[in-house]
């Protein structure tokens, strides 16, 4: 290990929630020495891909209150209340915050910013940027992050573990891709900004650089993860690829059609029709503007009834958006049209949308406080590896974003603020725990082994293990099954064979190390699912049909172990907001 | 079913293969990949990689084109491979090679340090001489306002463009199409007012004027974003610019 590598902060992941934690510490305290570390350049990270927009309060018919009473209820009462209250205070500041950094949201005709309707949300309260928002916005505040020169940048260096002294985290040990030189960078605070491990399941709208890699470092580090077991299907992905097809479509009036042409989510308890050309469609928490596991499940309903197309890549539903018209389309859902022309093959203008449900976004992550912050000391997170928690068993579409903003933040200045108030190092320790992982990962990939697995087939079967045990609609056997899947898995993948043993920018090294991560991100998730005998949100247990708030309004927390994870619980807060039932359609 | 039921169409990659820790010089390696109709040129490299030699070094991630890392030559154009169909190229063979003018670390990796610096060195954030308190809430910009500058922000800096110029090919300084369309970007913003401080190195030698105005940059861009407009522009406002300094005084209606 080479030269000294030491700062005050270090952020590693360059996504929104990274960005916006570095701007944050930079601008309040000028003179921290401040890191940021991605494995991908921070304009690759995969906010880059969200499309339909970021919520908050900003018009005069919308209240605070009613935003926090959405997100509440869309997280089937899961959310802690006083991080909602935070969350949706602070939004709006955020969001013009990033609009005076450059964000180019789309605009009314007198110069204000735009909003659109989007699923669960009883008022309009979605900026967006056409619908390329998260592009914009990371692209926004990555440029932003530019013109502070405090700012050390460690692009395209890969984090493998948390180095912990005295119990306090004191840095990363990294290999820095070009070199394949595995490096150790001190720090006296680290916030984890990792993003989601949606590549745990096959079919998924997440880039192959989401593998849950800092929840896993967290969570061998000790950190419980928590919520794991709620994942978000996205109701409407294409089919064999899993490209997502924004909410936003539905939002501007998009409707879903099963094969006998009907409308079936009036099937499901949320609320009548209106015809398109009605002038109240799209209504506001009802039908297609419903919330996202809800609509999954009744697509899955629907399956279970033969009234779903059967295509190449599985079965699908209809997306119909040709009453918007051209003009329409190329104007709010571009892109939209952009990716169903290249990859379905289809124009929306002309036909419907062949879509499905998809892996989508992770509700639970490393267990943190209101600030960011983990029970390991000098440990914070935030966005989507992070649980707040404001999304609950549910997150509602465009909250995400805000999230990155708000929670990055906070994040931001309280680690800023830890790192002034612990300047020393155990510099030895540190550095032999970095020696350690270098030795760790050569023994284990970069040697020639005999009979080894490819990473691709254990891969495969993990992702296999997960679609069939923690699908939309789970049940103990399923479950059992999954959990018995991936501690088989954990077993072979001590034993994989590498063609790859050389140093330089070393792609085959990244993703045995990223099927550890996947790995770690599978067993809390299935062995979370397995414990909640409840239905709730995300979480649909076929043999535990309702929910439980007797036992299980409660955050479920997994520690890892030798063995099976340990899964303990903790209290949700409520605040203002007693538990209730969620209806919507009115 | 058996191994000859299976064997359906193939189709050849011819892949450029360099290795830093053992190779003096590039070569091509032939490989044979199942053909899909669906497939797109990263699926075939992810298929090699998966299944045949897990050695093939390359970057992507998000498959959809938006993040603008699978840039790479594909039979000689610079393309987003993700969003290259096999079909476009049978019978084949195809040739997939890193981005043309930049260094190669491995494989189709290539050397992004000189992009990164010219990025930063155009200033890309809002420059503004006073700051209004995020209290008193947005910027008022109409959508014509936007529409201004809207084309230039849709850059995803994927290189094509670099790849597909000729003077930054032999001319290491020259700024490059992405980085002043971005320039652009922000001059044009209605919100900004950073223009005196971009100028001086737009306007330099190594800025607009390096520019022959071959055009090829636009061509290659997968996301319309218009990089040779946004010099062409850039070069009538600095020509404007110049005429005017001679002037005693600003003619009505010419000043910004
Ligand atoms: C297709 C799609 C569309 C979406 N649309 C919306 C939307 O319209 N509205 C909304 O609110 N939400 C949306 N979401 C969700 C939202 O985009 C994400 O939750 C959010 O962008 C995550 O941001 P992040 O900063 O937490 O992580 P990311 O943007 O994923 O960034 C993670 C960062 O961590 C780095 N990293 C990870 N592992 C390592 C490691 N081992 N070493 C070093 N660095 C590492 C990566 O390089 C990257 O820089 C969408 C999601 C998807 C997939
Ligand atoms: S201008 Fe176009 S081709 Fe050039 S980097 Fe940007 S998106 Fe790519
Ligand atoms: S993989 Fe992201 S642009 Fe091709």
Redesign the pocket.
């Known amino acids: 290990m080479a030269d000294d590598l030491q700062h005050d902060l270090l952020i590693v992941g360059g996504g929104g929630a990274g960005l916006r934690a570095v701007i944050a510490a930079a601008e309040a305290y000028p003179d921290l020495d401040i890191a940021m570390l991605s494995k991908v350049y921070p304009m690759r990270s995969h906010t880059v891909s969200a499309e339909g927009g970021a919520a908050a309060v900003i018009k005069e018919n919308d209240s605070l209150d009613d935003h926090i009473y959405d997100t509440i209820s869309g997280a089937d009462w899961l959310a802690d209340q006083d991080a909602v209250e935070a969350f949706v205070n602070e939004a709006p500041g955020e969001m013009i915050q990033l609009e005076h950094w450059g964000c180019p949201w789309s605009r009314e005709e007198d110069g204000s910013v735009a909003v659109r309707p989007f699923g669960g949300m009883r008022i309009r309260r979605t900026w967006y940027a056409a619908d390329k928002t998260g592009f914009h916005m990371l692209h926004a505040l990555f440029q932003t992050s530019l013109k502070y020169t405090q700012v050390t940048r460690y692009d395209e260096w890969f984090a493998t573990r948390l180095l912990v002294e005295d119990g306090r985290c004191q840095g990363v040990a990294a290999i820095e891709l070009r070199t394949g030189v595995m490096r150790v960078v001190k720090a006296k605070a680290v916030i984890l900004c990792t993003g989601g491990g949606g590549r745990v399941f096959p079919f998924t709208t997440n880039a192959a650089i989401k593998t849950g890699d800092g929840m896993a470092m967290a969570y061998r580090a000790g950190v419980a993860l928590k919520d794991m077991e709620f994942v978000q299907y996205h109701p409407t992905g294409l089919p064999g690829t899993g490209i997502l097809i924004t909410e936003a479509a539905r939002g501007e009036g998009g409707i879903l059609l099963n094969t006998e042409g009907r409308r079936y989510l009036q099937d499901y308890n949320l609320g009548e029709p209106l015809d398109v050309t009605d002038p109240s469609h799209p209504q506001l928490r009802s039908m297609e503007l419903g919330p996202r596991d809800r609509l999954s499940q009744a697509f899955m309903r629907e399956q279970e009834a033969g009234r779903v197309f059967e295509g190449e890549y599985g079965t699908y539903t209809h997306l119909d958006v040709r009453h918007l018209g051209e003009r329409l389309i190329d104007e709010r859902i571009p892109f939209v049209r952009e990716l169903a022309k290249d990859y379905a093959g289809i124009d929306p203008v002309h036909e419907p949308i062949p879509v499905r449900p998809v892996v989508h976004y992770m509700m639970g992550g490393i267990d943190t406080d209101i600030s960011g912050a983990t029970s390991l000391p000098g440990l914070y997170a935030a966005g989507e590896c992070a649980c707040v928690s404001i999304n609950g068993a549910n997150r509602l579409g465009s909250n995400s974003l805000t999230e990155l903003l708000v929670f990055g933040r906070r994040a931001g200045h309280a680690a800023a603020v830890w790192a002034k108030e612990h300047p020393d190092f155990d510099s030895a320790s540190i550095e032999a725990q970095g020696a350690e992982e270098q030795a760790r990962i050569a023994a284990a990939y970069l040697r020639p082994r005999e009979g080894g697995e490819r990473i691709a087939a254990i891969r495969r079967e993990l992702n296999a293990a997960m679609e069939s045990g923690t699908g939309v609609y789970r049940d103990q056997a399923g479950l059992e099954a999954a959990t018995e899947a991936i501690a088989g898995l954990r077993e072979r993948g001590a034993n994989l064979a590498l063609d790859d043993h050389s140093h330089s920018f070393n792609t085959e090294l990244t993703a045995a190390l990223e099927l550890e991560s996947l790995l770690d991100v599978g067993e809390a998730v299935a062995h979370s699912a397995l414990a909640r005998t409840e239905s709730r949100g995300s979480h649909q247990r076929s043999d535990h049909p309702e929910r439980d708030d007797e036992r299980f309004l409660r955050h479920s927390l997994a520690y890892r172990t030798d063995g099976a994870p340990r899964i303990e619980y903790s209290d949700v807060t409520i605040t203002k907001w007693p538990p209730a039932a969620r209806t919507y359609g009115s | 079913m058996t191994s000859e039921a299976t064997a359906t169409r193939t189709v050849t990659l011819e892949v450029f293969r360099y290795h830093p820790e053992r190779d003096d010089a590039p070569s091509f390696q032939s490989y044979e990949v199942p053909y899909r109709e669906e497939w797109v040129v990263l699926d075939a490299l992810n298929w090699l990689k998966d299944e045949v030699d897990g050695t093939l070094s390359y970057r992507w991630s998000c498959r959809m084109g938006v993040c603008?890392s699978c840039g790479m030559m594909v039979n000689g154009r610079p393309r987003l491979t993700c969003n290259a169909f096999l079909r476009e190229f049978m019978p084949g063979p195809i040739r997939v090679e890193p981005l043309r003018g930049f260094p190669v670390e491995r494989d189709m990796v290539t050397v992004l340090d000189d992009f990164m610096g010219k990025l930063t060195d155009v200033k890309p954030w809002m420059i503004r001489e006073q700051e209004q308190p995020v209290e008193e809430g947005e910027y008022r910009q109409t959508p014509s306002q936007l529409a201004d500058f809207k084309q230039f922000s849709?850059?995803?800096?994927?290189?094509?463009?670099?790849a597909a110029c000729p003077v930054y090919e032999h001319e290491d300084e020259f700024i490059g199409?992405?980085a002043l369309?971005l320039a652009q970007r922000y001059n044009l913003d209605s919100r900004d007012q950073g223009n005196a401080q971009r100028q001086e190195l737009i306007w330099s030698d190594e800025g607009i004027w390096d520019c022959t105005f071959v055009g090829e940059?636009s061509a290659?861009?997968?996301?319309h974003?218009d990089?040779a407009g946004a010099i062409q522009q850039a070069k009538v406002e600095a020509t404007n610019s110049f005429f005017l300094s001679f002037l005693p005084f600003t003619p009505p209606g010419m000043g910004r």
């Not at chain 2, 290659?220 to 996301?223: A, G, S, Y």
């Open positions: 603008g849709m850059c995803i800096n994927c290189m094509l463009c670099y199409p992405a369309a940059c290659v861009c997968p996301k974003v990089p």
